[in-house]
């Protein structure tokens, strides 16, 4: 996807315009009139307005990484995004009756990798083959003796 749209797509969901449709987890998530125009099973989906704003910031940073590498900012596009669990910090609440309960946030790796968009390279022009069957190419390939 390209940079700019993606950052576009991005401040919609900040500003309750555009719904990021729900496809896999599905669970206990309502439903949205807005889904449907994404086509979402079930027109299922949210405005998840703080992973937004993460995920936003990240690919501003991205943007500023490759300007730093002197890229053009308009020819970017992001050729691969992957988010994995990270270990929880784990701390503790205390409970009534002297119990102590578990606290655990869910932090998460997230990677982002952006390239520039290439020009197509233009194909050779070719010279026009004779056509030749199968017979006559037999025939040429073998050597007259004697």
């Given at each position: 996807m390209n940079v700019q749209k993606c950052l576009k797509v991005l401040d919609?969901?900040?500003?309750?315009?555009?719904?990021i449709p729900f496809v896999k987890f599905t669970g206990g998530i309502g439903r949205k009139a807005m889904a449907k125009q994404c086509k979402a099973p079930g027109s299922k989906g949210r405005w998840p307005v703080k992973a937004t704003a993460v995920y936003k910031k990240l690919v501003k940073n991205a943007i500023a990484n490759a300007e730093a590498e002197q890229l053009d900012p308009e020819t970017l596009?992001?050729?691969?995004?992957?988010?994995?669990?990270?270990?929880?910090?784990?701390?503790?609440?205390?409970?009534?009756?002297g119990r102590i309960g578990k606290y655990a946030s869910q932090p998460a790796h997230i990677?982002?990798?952006l390239k520039q968009k290439e020009e197509p390279v233009k194909k050779m022009e070719e010279e026009e083959?004779?056509?030749?069957?199968?017979?006559?190419?037999?025939?040429?390939?073998?050597?007259?003796?004697?």
């Open positions: 919609d969901v900040l500003a309750f315009k555009a719904v596009y992001i050729s691969h995004a992957q988010v994995n669990r990270a270990p929880p910090g784990r701390r503790r609440t205390y409970r009534a009756h990677e982002i990798i083959r004779v056509k030749i069957s199968k017979k006559d190419a037999a025939r040429r390939r073998f050597v007259k003796v004697g």
